[in-house]
């Protein structure tokens, strides 16, 4: 098949044809003639691509691949620090707190206590001072009723008096209504 | 007839000199050669410099560290020595295996002069900088440890054709590969046209050509990254002998 084009092919295209007239054979990868040709242009590319890749690009993409690593450490590393120290305002947060509550506990029940004596103190005051007063109360109203009870005496003796007159038309025996008004009264009472 | 092998035809634009009597000219596979250097410098030079990439600076940043793990992975850290190297060749095979896939394009690897001329420079880099860095240690390479005394004669045989016959299977399998596909693709798209010229019933048979040439294109895509692939991993291996010989 190669060889079917040969005549054509030639006069078409020069290298083909120079390759024919230095001993290729029409396959084309197979025509060393065109090897110098070849290799003279891999070179030039090859070294052109080396420089470049070497001199420029890899140094240039790699600087952006370390860049972006290093802002994702950086970051990184900056978040850790402000969980850090979140965490350790929270836990000054909630030691302060629990101070705080006991110190409220105490608080209360300091009052509580201080309330509850001074609430005794008042209580005994006042049962104190109640008694006394019915202590005064149950005196006077004993001396009042000595006092009354000496006076139902002299009235009911007056009292008989008068009757024992009325009934008799004589002055009574003052002795003798004052023993009878004792003896009823001993009996009524 | 279609010709499938007329893709592979050199053309000279004109000539840039002599050396002796052979003249040195610039052909279309200088062309596409230059062609690669410049997409590949665009790519590189033109992408961005964001702290998040966009499409175009994703694809380059993926491409280096692709290559940068391939060379750390096989030849380990101290292949990054190399990471030039292996990115300027990863990328021009690949770029001109990608380019050639269009149609009515060159594919520039599709030369076996190109692919072992490429073996050729990595054959040298690993004996080169083996001496330069292992000096008379580097030929335990040739010599495995832990063979019984008898046989090591053969061995060392079988390893030194081996280590020599490296730049051969190197870059024929890059060109036969590329050289194949283009081949399969140009006999099936020209029965596309030869079926097609046979009127009614010619154009609906074409659909199976055609059918396969479209399918056929996706598989050369895979292998024009592949072989870009494999030879990029085969240059870190070797380059992995030169850097630590004893293996």
């Known amino acids: ?189 | 007839m279609i010709d499938p092998i007329e893709q592979f035809d050199l053309t000279k634009i004109f000539t840039i000199g002599h050396i002796g009597n052979q003249e040195i000219a610039f052909t279309n596979s200088t062309a596409y050669m230059l062609l690669a250097v410049a997409v590949i410098a665009i790519m590189t030079l033109g992408a961005g410099r964001q702290l998040v990439p966009g499409r175009f600076q994703s694809v380059v940043e993926l491409s280096y560290e692709f290559v940068a793990n391939t060379i750390r992975t096989s030849a380990g850290a101290e292949g990054m020595k190399f990471f030039p190297l292996v990115f300027s060749l990863f990328m021009f095979i690949f770029v001109s295996n990608i380019v050639g896939i269009i149609p009515y394009t060159f594919t520039v690897s599709s030369h076996i002069i190109v692919t072992f001329a490429l073996a050729i420079l990595v054959f040298l880099t690993v004996i080169l900088y083996g001496f330069y860095k292992n000096g008379l240690k580097f030929f335990k390479l040739f010599v495995p440890s832990g063979i019984p005394v008898v046989i090591l004669p053969l061995v060392v045989l079988i390893e030194i054709i081996s280590f020599f016959s490296r730049p051969i299977s190197h870059s024929v399998r890059l060109f036969a590969n590329m050289l194949a596909g283009h081949v399969t693709l140009k006999v099936f798209a020209s029965f596309v046209t030869m079926l097609g010229a046979l009127g009614f019933v010619g154009k609906v048979g074409a659909l199976l050509p055609l059918g396969l040439t479209v399918a056929l294109t996706a598989l050369e895509l895979m292998v024009a990254f592949l072989q870009a692939y494999v030879f990029t991993i085969l240059t870190c291996i070797y380059l992995n002998d030169a850097i630590h010989p004893g293996h």
């Open chain 1, 1 to 189: 098949m190669a060889e079917s084009h040969g005549g054509p092919q030639e006069a078409a295209h020069g290298t083909t044809a120079h390759t024919e007239a230095e001993g290729g054979h029409g396959f084309p990868p197979f025509q060393t003639g065109t090897f110098p040709s070849q290799l003279v242009s891999l070179l030039i590319a090859f070294v052109a691509l080396y420089v470049i890749v070497s001199r420029l690009a890899l140094p240039k993409v790699g600087g952006v691949i370390d860049a972006r690593q290093k802002a994702i450490e950086n970051d990184l590393a900056e978040a850790q620090r402000l969980k850090d120290d979140s965490e350790a305002a929270l836990k000054a947060y909630e030691s302060e707190l629990a101070a705080a509550r006991t110190r409220a506990q105490a608080i209360g029940a300091e009052a509580r206590e201080k309330l509850t004596a001074a609430s005794d103190a008042e209580r005994k005051s006042l049962e104190d001072s109640l008694a006394a007063k019915l202590d005064a109360a149950e005196k006077s109203i004993a001396t009042t009723r000595t006092a009354a009870m000496s006076n139902v005496r002299t009235i009911a003796a007056d009292a008989a008096g008068a009757i024992v007159q009325q009934l008799t038309g004589k002055a009574a025996n003052g002795k003798s209504v004052q023993a009878a008004v004792d003896a009823s009264l001993k009996g009524a009472a």
